[in-house]
């Protein structure tokens, strides 16, 4: 299991910056890859960026050249780093968590989810 914890949302004006962060605790050993996702009021989640373990990093086109994905050396956390915020950018943001698991000789893969963190961006 894994457990995922947001902190970093807040006010901020349009054209500021924004890091967030992802604590990851339990059999994080077992992420292979992890990402955040947001959801903006009347809208469907949507991905915002993802980074394997390999170091592959994908982005929504919205936030490319504005947001970056990283993770520290020992994976249990994730950051994403948010300038030239827009207000379009509001939103609840979410951790997310790929994990591969041999369990009885059978990969298994399960997705977590922390619990959000509010990012409203005013003009």
């Known amino acids: 299991q894994v457990q995922l914890v947001e902190s970093g949302g807040g006010l901020v004006q349009a054209g500021g910056s924004l890091r967030l962060s992802c604590a990851a605790s339990?059999?994080?050993?077992?992420?292979?890859?992890m990402g955040w996702y947001r959801q903006a009021p009347g809208k469907e989640r949507e991905l915002v960026a993802t980074?394997?373990?390999?170091?592959?990093?994908n982005y929504a086109d919205s936030v490319k050249a504005r947001f970056t994905i990283s993770r520290d050396n020992a994976k249990n956390t994730l950051y994403l780093q948010m300038n030239s915020l827009k207000p379009e950018d509001t939103a609840v943001y979410y951790c997310?968590?790929?994990?591969?698991?041999?369990?009885?000789?059978?990969?298994?893969?399960?997705?977590?989810w922390g619990q959000g963190t509010q990012v409203t961006v005013s003009s």
């Open positions: 997310n968590a790929e994990c591969d698991v041999i369990y009885l000789g059978d990969m298994e893969t399960y997705e977590y």
């Open positions: 339990g059999d994080t050993i077992d992420i292979s890859a």
């Open positions: 980074i394997t373990n390999s170091g592959s990093t």
